[in-house]
Nanobody, 127 residues
Framework: QVQLRESGGGLVQAGGSLRLSCTASGLSFDDYGMGWFRQAPGKEREGVSCISWTGVSTYYTASVKGRFTISRDSAKNTLYLEMRNLKPEDTALYYC????????????????????WGQGTQVTVSS
């Protein structure tokens, strides 16, 4: 049974930092493109950042470039998202996702390529 378990969310003031983690089990981690999505109340889910199975290719949505850093640790089967200079508009439920076919599954596209989703971790940024 595949599980993606997120952690690291919380309440932080604007300008603060958080590091999200997603630990994967039940799958061959190195075979999957991994990504972070988020969904704020009343808004559509959006791809935030993703990283290919080798870690060579990464993608960031424009609003987080320069503030967020994605990484993965194959030895720990864990995906990370380092978030700095957080803004109130970053407030959302953040989901971890895995794709066996797409190296960067969070990129906008006509077809959803995510095979597995985590349950999400809440990030709240106060002003």
């Amino acid at each position: 049974q595949v599980q993606l378990r997120e952690s690291g969310g919380g309440l932080v003031q604007a300008g603060g930092s958080l590091r999200l983690s997603c630990t994967a089990s039940g799958l061959s981690f190195d075979d999957y493109g991994m990504g972070w999505f988020r969904q704020a109340p009343g808004k559509e889910r959006e791809g935030v950042s993703c990283i290919s199975w080798t870690g060579v290719s990464t993608y960031y949505t424009a609003s987080v470039k320069g503030r967020f850093t994605i990484s993965r640790d194959s030895a720990k089967n864990t995906l990370y998202l380092e978030m700095r200079n957080l803004k109130p508009e970053d407030t959302a439920l953040y989901y971890c996702a895995a794709s066996i076919t797409d190296p960067t599954p969070c990129r906008p596209g006509p077809i959803e390529t995510v095979n597995y989703w985590g349950q999400g971790t809440q990030v709240t940024v106060s002003s």
